[in-house]
């Protein structure tokens, strides 16, 4: 009798944690204006966002016990993410964009390319991860790396100032009203190559 009470607790506990991580991820995407619910919505999407994060102890302290209990369940069951996991909302992602200053004066844009799919993917997930706070002592030599294989294809280049940012799909409103993916700068380098060709 005991065992069948703990076997009803637990199962009433994993589905609910489950019903709470799922509605946590659709308010998130309402409360972003990611759907085509009404704008008026969103103030109201992020109260229950925020009442799915104090319930899965999301609110309390990084040490606190219950929260790391918590989050240690959903990860070893699996349920950590719902449903917008799986979303079709397109996210954003990183770019290089490189501005070539030649000898004559005029200016070109570029960005660093690479031969084949797989080079490509992990052209992107680098940009992705340069974006991380973790990685800004690296993030310079990177970029400098990067900004150097596009000028040995073009040796007549004297400077290259590379800018680092994030590119964002429109919001379903800016794409009714025809507006594009727009890029956000983070941070820009400036490399005089002539320099560091003679050191």
Avoid at 22 to 49: I, W
Avoid at 111 to 137: F, H, M, T, W
Avoid at 156 to 161: A, P, Q, S
Wanted: some cysteine; overall charge positive.
């Amino acid at each position: 009798m005991i065992s069948k009470r703990v076997c009803v607790a637990w199962f009433g506990i994993h589905f609910f944690l489950i019903t709470i991580v799922c509605f946590a991820g659709l308010f998130s995407l309402v409360a972003e204006g990611a759907t085509m619910l009404p704008s008026a919505l969103d103030s109201y999407a992020l109260k229950a966002e925020l009442l799915a994060a104090w319930l899965l102890g999301k609110q309390a302290a990084a040490a606190s016990p219950v929260r790391r209990s918590i989050a240690t369940y959903l990860h070893a069951a699996g349920i950590q993410s719902g449903y917008t996991f799986f979303a079709p909302n397109i996210p954003g992602y990183h770019k290089l964009n490189l501005e070539l200053y030649y000898q004559d004066g005029h200016v070109e844009y570029d960005s660093p390319r690479v031969s084949g799919k797989a080079a490509a993917l992990r052209l992107d997930s680098l940009l992705d991860r340069l974006a991380d706070n973790r990685y800004e002592p690296l993030r310079e030599v990177v970029v400098k790396m990067l900004a150097l294989s596009v000028w040995r294809a073009r040796p007549d280049v004297k400077k290259i100032r590379a800018t680092f940012g994030l590119v964002s799909p429109p919001s379903i409103s800016d794409f009714e009203h025809g507006k594009g993916e727009s890029f956000q700068p983070m941070l820009s380098y400036d490399f005089s190559l002539r320099e560091e060709e003679k050191q």
